[in-house]
């Protein structure tokens, strides 16, 4: 008998997902107009609840609630005060922190240990780092007495839907405005559970307004006419149409995009990190991250001493139930995704890469995709060209660092790359030269919320996080 | 890189001189160390439950190589260890017995006398720490009566200390020399070496630590003496676990792990072998191949596998002191 790992699956006894949800305005839960549609769960296909759409009408209700708590409430607060709601809001995430991992990894299909580890409690950080800003903004470096911009439109995606949500509500909170925020359609929950917990930290009607639905729900809020600032986290054809949208008008727009990163290992880097960095790189979320190292650039003098340590690390990992503590690649979250995955990886096989996944079992019911590379690739491959957004890594080789430069610019996209090397003067010179918003050293994925992050190119504008993330919502 | 006779030839070039040795060590991939601990960490939560449990604790009872190293060592305290180890719970003889006890070469005599009284069967090794342990201190032709006198005295595994001094002054052929004299006075007893990671320090330094050993012949390579700290640590181990895994895929011979120091809770003990699956990989989850030096882990393993067996905690005053 070997040594196999029991299941050990979280409970799912500490969340209560109700029937049906309705629309956060104003403080409070009301019907949605536009056509309730249903969230469910990406690993078993179950219906886990069915969420209200907004319409143009509910849009301009939240708008005109949150335009009221702008005028009325929150901006005349002192920053010392706005302070002590959003450290209010960071404790309750904390103490709610496993209720929020598990509905998370329900309703997103991202494994535990990720939304346990990584999505809530840098969540918290983050609204713990804000509130820390909230009474010091004449200290930012954006003037002497800097402004909040009013009403702010946020709409956010799929991957990290918590996450995400405090990216876009905590810096927009510290600086004085209130929000409209819509969730993916796919990953509504933790955002309705959010709208509990600003009910529990007493936060003033309006501050906060949560609106579901779907691509015309985003629409709706960032074209609305009084809604002053705009943020979009998403893929750039739709960051595309919003800043076509919002051309020409007062609204300030700040985009985070796609992104195809260069993970570039030299034949001096620590190799058995590097691999454990390729791996996390690709197939941490299930490789749906914007910043994913999805083009793996090796040295060629240790190309096939990488791609071997690599195959072995990628046989140990444990595809499935997105609750068991054990599971590393959790489910595709939606089967559209998963569709999209498929195609491009079809199209990297008739182009002539070698695909590659470790032998394992996939559930039956769900949405699921094998950690796959795909090696041989070349600059003309459409797979080294387009973002899968997928547990799916590109291989290319390069001679030399100034080769490695250029194939890891040579991309439409901007987001991030990854350097790896013993080499503390050449992963320098690499970092100066890389068009991307972060460069990791010998790391990658790590986020930390002091760390502005933001895209080049066609991977997004404007900057999150740190004290650069403030300037985005305040004028 | 696939076993011929030119990686053969290629590691015996390594060591033809103390510059070539030097240039071998130090071509090495380094080791970055917060990628090391991040990975050791995230190996520490897995969530080891029910079956796996099981399977693991009793595992890990097979691996211990029961310890005392104490100045007040007398034959009464060895005969009592030697017979724990035999019959870790007495109540209960579906629990296996470990894989060695491991003493002072003088406290021998009474560890063979008592784990063949048992007629021999118990399976139990006999391991002795020899070379002037723990410091290795002391010149070569003592360290090799010393272990010449726990051979002779009946170790069937010897657990030797380098030479950390010579190692950390970069003389690294006199460190490998040492480790081949050491392998030659064993005969057929199995060797051990011991790095001493605590004074090594850096990560790096264990990687060359660890290929220094396998080159020069060494059956398991070890952490600590358990006298200075820090002793084991999980990415210590990991460092070892992937030299031990690479050095397989050079040369194709197995070689075991061995932390020593500090390892007191099942919770602790599963998670080395969570690593040791996953890094090494599944062929060295054998007492052959994986030791843990302890004491006192035993009797928390025991404490587990009674909880396991009948849903409740046994009180300390069940299992027994040594």
């Not at chain 1, 387009?386 to 890891?408: D, Q």
Request: hydrophobic share 40%; glycine share 10%; aromatic share 8%.
């Amino acid at each position: 008998m070997g040594f196999e790992y029991a299941p050990a699956p979280e409970s799912r006894s500490v969340v209560d997902i109700k029937s049906s949800y309705g629309l956060f305005i104003n403080g409070e839960f009301v019907d949605g107009s536009g056509k309730a549609f249903k969230s469910i769960s990406p690993s078993t296909e179950e219906v886990l609840a069915e969420v209200a759409e907004a319409d143009d009408h509910d849009v301009d209700q939240a708008v005109k609630a949150a335009r009221r708590a702008y005028n009325r409430v929150w901006s005349r607060m002192s920053g010392a005060e706005r302070g002590k709601y959003l450290f209010r809001i960071a404790r309750i995430i904390q103490e709610r922190s496993r209720e929020l991992a598990v509905l998370e990894s329900i309703d997103n299909g991202k494994p535990i240990k990720e939304s346990r580890d990584v999505d809530i409690p840098t969540a918290a950080a983050h609204f713990f780092y804000y509130a820390g800003w909230a009474d010091k903004l004449e200290y930012a470096g954006y003037g002497p007495d800097p402004q909040p911009m009013g009403v702010a439109g946020q709409v956010i995606p799929w991957n990290f839907p918590f996450l995400m949500l405090a990216w876009k509500i905590a810096p927009a909170l510290a600086c004085g405005n209130t929000v409209v925020l819509k969730p993916a359609e796919t990953t509504p929950l933790t955002a309705l559970l959010f709208a509990e917990i600003c009910q529990q930290a007493d936060l003033p009607p309006g501050v906060v307004n949560i609106l579901t639905g779907a691509g015309a729900t985003g629409q709706a809020i960032v074209s609305h006419d009084d809604v002053d600032k705009v943020a979009f986290t998403g893929s750039t054809d739709v960051g595309r149409a919003i800043a076509k949208a919002v051309a020409g008008s007062r609204k300030k727009v700040t985009l985070e995009l796609g992104g195809k990163a260069a993970n570039i290992v030299f034949d001096d880097a620590p190799v058995d990190q590097a691999v454990e960095g390729i791996v996390n790189g690709i197939f941490f979320n299930q490789g749906h991250v914007c910043c994913a190292g999805s083009r793996l650039l090796v040295q060629e003098s240790v190309a096939e001493e990488v791609l071997a340590k690599l195959k072995r690390r990628m046989s140990t990992l444990r595809v499935g139930d997105p609750l068991d503590k054990n599971t590393d690649i959790g489910a595709i979250n939606s089967a559209e995704q998963l569709a999209k995955i498929r195609e491009l990886s079809d199209i990297g096989e008739a182009e002539g890469a070698g695909r590659w996944s470790p032998k394992c079992d996939l559930p039956d019911h769900g949405f699921w995709f094998p950690p796959t590379i795909f090696t041989g690739v070349t600059a003309a491959h459409r797979i080294a060209r387009e973002e899968i957004f997928g547990p799916v890594l590109s291989v290319i080789t390069f001679r030399t660092p100034k080769e490695a430069v250029e194939k890891a610019n040579n991309t439409p996209y901007g987001l991030s790359a990854g350097i790896w090397s013993d080499k503390g003067s050449r992963t320098l010179w690499m970092a100066s030269q890389l068009r991307a918003g972060v460069v990791w050293s010998n790391t990658f994925n790590r986020f930390d919320p002091a760390s502005p992050f933001g895209g080049y190119k066609e991977s997004g504008y404007g900057r999150e996080g740190g004290r650069h993330g403030l300037e985005g919502y305040l004028k | 890189m696939t076993v011929t006779s030119s990686t053969a030839s290629f590691l015996a070039d390594a060591t033809s001189s103390d510059a070539a040795l030097r240039r071998f060590l130090h071509g090495l991939p380094g080791v970055d160390q917060v990628g090391a601990e991040q990975r050791a960490a995230g190996l520490g939560t897995r969530s080891i439950k029910t079956s796996a449990k099981e399977f693991a604790i009793d595992l890990a009872i097979r691996m211990v190589d029961l310890t005392t190293l104490e100045g007040a060592d007398t034959p009464g305290k060895v005969r009592a260890l030697s017979t724990k180890a035999m019959h870790p719970d007495p109540a209960d003889p579906t629990c296996p017995s470990t894989a060695a006890v491991c003493v002072y070469p003088d406290m021998v005599p009474f560890a063979k006398e008592t784990l063949s009284h048992a007629g021999g069967t118990s399976g139990v090794h006999i391991a002795a720490v020899a070379t002037a342990f723990p410091s290795g201190r002391a010149a070569l032709d003592i360290k090799l009566a010393d272990v010449q006198d726990a051979v002779e005295a009946g170790a069937d595994e010897i657990d030797m200390v380098i030479d950390r001094g010579a190692f950390l002054s970069g003389r690294y052929l006199e460190v490998y020399e040492e480790i081949v004299a050491v392998r030659e006075a064993v005969g057929d007893a199995h060797l051990k070496v011991i790095f001493e990671t605590g004074e090594l320090q850096t990560y790096d330094n264990v990687r060359r630590a660890s290929w220094l050993a396998m080159m020069a012949g060494g059956h398991f390579i070890k952490t600590s003496t358990g006298k200075i700290q820090p002793a084991a640590t999980l990415p210590v181990t990991l460092v070892m676990l992937e030299a031990v895994r690479d050095f397989r895929e050079v040369t194709g011979q197995m070689v075991g792990v061995k932390p020593a120091g500090g390892i007191r809770s099942s919770k602790d003990a599963i998670k080395y072998l969570v690593m040791v699956n996953e890094v090494a990989g599944p062929d060295w989850l054998d007492p052959d191949w994986f030791r843990f030096g302890a004491s006192t882990l035993l009797n928390d393993l025991l404490m587990q596998r009674t909880k396991m067996q009948t849903g409740r905690y046994s009180g300390p005053d069940y299992f027994t002191l040594d």
